[in-house]
């Protein structure tokens, strides 16, 4: 069984910054594309930002030049760099990722939601 562990999320004034983390716990074969999602109250999940393993990014309008994806391959391991937060940016952040695993005799691709981490900008 595999599972996505966040951490990172928090309080923090606006003009602040915060690093999000993501990895898979459980046995796996692979990661491939990683992604953070984001969801405010009454709004629908949104994508923030998403990577792919050979490191193509693709960034929501509203984060452009304020957010940044990274990815350690060697750890899975998927962060969300977040500086210059402001106040909309409060949500619940979800990691999400495709995740090989074995299945039988089969290699097969799974989606996957982390469960969710708190981020509220305020003063």
């Known amino acids: 069984q595999v599972q996505l562990v966040e951490s990172g999320g928090g309080l923090v004034q606006p003009g602040g910054s915060l690093r999000l983390s993501c990895a898979p716990s459980?046995?796996?074969?692979?990661?491939?594309?990683m992604a953070w999602y984001r969801q405010a109250p009454g709004k629908q999940r949104e994508l923030v930002a998403s990577?792919?393993?050979?490191?193509?990014?693709n960034y929501a309008d509203s984060v452009k030049g304020r957010f940044t994806i990274s990815r350690d391959n060697a750890k899975y391991t998927v962060y969300l760099q977040m500086n210059s937060l402001k106040t909309e940016d409060t949500a619940v952040y979800y990691c999400?990722?495709?995740?090989?695993?074995?299945?039988?005799?089969?290699?097969?691709?799974?989606?996957?939601w982390g469960q969710g981490t708190q981020v509220t900008v305020s003063s």
């Open positions: 990577m792919s393993r050979s490191g193509i990014t």
């Open positions: 459980g046995t796996f074969v692979s990661v491939n594309d």
């Open positions: 999400n990722a495709d995740v090989s695993t074995a299945q039988g005799m089969r290699i097969g691709l799974i989606n996957y």
